[in-house]
């Protein structure tokens, strides 16, 4: 049995979700290069700060795009994806002052907001083996992660801080018009359906129980994944001075990390197919604890270490999540509930910009930060050990095609 029913289009899936994480991390890497700019010349908290509202847009903007994906199409929203952040990407290369540049990375978070509440929906609706479908698709995610590092820092480097926005930008589009092509394609071929996959049905309280776990797991897990991923460059900066010294070797060593931590998930939906999601969920979670706090004062080699296990096991934790909305989650709703979700998810992480800068600037530093990812995945490992399971986790029925 393969994966996905069809492969053609979860490559396209694949690639979204690659661009969606690409384009909202090349920003933290591209800061690095613009204090040489006299324009936006300033300190790290400063200019950092100017991606808040790009972050808010990320998940604010889930629920209206998760809305038109059900009851307009999935399809039509994945080609204003990649078009909207591609030339959103190209306007933020053009910046000419802090506000622009505010606008602009605010307009790339606004069309990235699209792709988890319908590309990840569209990828558990079409799915042959759900876990290794959100793993693999995890796995994209996570490697548009790893190069938004090294992509910007050789940009950067070689051509300044604008090439970073723009020439991702104008593959963004090319890939929108390659999917557009594609669409209309299976559109006339008039690709039949399959039946919607089922869900697993809880009782009233468990319903009520699993969406507290829900809440509290989402709102901490995205502090925690955006602490890390947007911090993750300058942690490595100043904790590797002594053979990371260039903003290319920064975004090297921080691809190199993402791009390890990046099989976790496949292992991890490898283990989705045969295991409560209870069991794995806890297990994954438990274990970031002591990773943060080792991580909050390693330096050098023991914090590339660190840092490697901190991410597989970040990364690791996130197909789970989507996979308890793929199973417990009616069909016709999956797209809102993964808009619910992320808005909750990318909203909050918001305030990790916001705290990154404060505590960075208030003296207190990566250490502190560390400390309290490990309260906070210390709570997400408390709330998942309450998760109901339901009667069984069966293997679910053939599933639908996307629109």
């Known amino acids: 049995m393969s994966v996905h029913r069809d492969r053609t289009g979860f490559l396209f899936l694949n690639i979204g979700h690659f661009y969606d994480h690409l384009f909202m991390l090349l920003f933290p890497t591209a800061v690095l290069a613009m204090a040489a700019d006299p324009v936006f010349g300033g300190s790290y908290a400063d200019v950092l700060s100017l991606s808040v509202f790009g972050f808010v847009a990320f998940g604010a903007a889930s629920i ?8 307009w199409s999935k399809t039509g929203m994945m080609s204003v994806f990649f078009l909207g952040i591609g030339m959103a990407s190209i306007l933020t290369g053009f910046a000419r002052s802090p506000l622009e540049l505010a606008a602009g990375l605010t307009l790339i978070g606004l069309f990235a907001a699209i792709y988890h509440p319908v590309g990840i929906a569209m990828v558990a609706a079409d799915a042959e083996k759900l876990g290794k479908a959100l793993g693999i698709n995890g796995v994209w995610g996570n490697l548009g992660v790893a190069a938004a590092g090294i992509t910007a820092g050789a940009l950067a480097d070689q051509w300044g801080w604008r090439a ?24 006339a071929k008039g690709v039949a359906k399959k039946p919607a996959r089922a869900h697993i049905a809880l009782t009233a309280s468990q319903m009520k129980l699993l969406f507290g776990v829900v809440i509290v797991a989402t709102l901490c897990g995205g502090i925690i994944f955006h602490a ?7 942690l490595i900066a100043e904790r590797t001075a002594g053979f990371a010294g260039t903003t290319t070797q920064i975004g090297a060593l921080v691809t190199a ?16 197919d045969r295991y409560p999601l209870k069991l794995i969920y806890v297990g994954v979670i438990v274990l970031q604890v002591p990773l943060f706090v080792i991580a909050a004062t390693a330096e050098g080699v023991p914090m590339v270490a660190a840092a490697i296990g901190m991410m597989l096991l970040v990364f690791g934790a996130i197909p789970i999540n989507d996979a ?3 199973r417990y989650g009616a069909a016709e709703w999956r797209s809102r509930m993964y808009a619910a979700k ?3 998810s990318l909203g909050v992480s918001a305030a990790a910009v916001p705290m990154i800068a404060g505590l960075h600037q208030g003296g207190g530093g990566f250490a502190t930060l560390m400390l309290v990812l490990a309260v906070l995945a210390a709570i997400i490992t408390l709330a998942a050990a309450l998760m109901p399971t339901g009667a069984s986790e069966k293997k679910m029925p053939a599933p639908a095609a996307a629109e």
Not at 257 to 272: E, M
């Open 64 to 71: 209206p795009a998760g809305w038109l994906g059900d009851r």
């Open 164 to 187: 970073v926005f723009i020439l991702p930008g104008l593959v963004a589009i090319a890939t929108g018009i390659a999917y557009m092509v594609f669409a209309r394609r299976q559109a």
């Open 228 to 234: 890390t991923t947007v911090g993750l460059p300058k």
């Open 257 to 272: 990390i993402y791009v390890i931590a990046a099989c976790a998930q496949i292992v991890v939906g490898h283990l989705i």
């Open 324 to 326: 308890i909305v793929a």
């Open 342 to 344: 992320y808005v909750l």
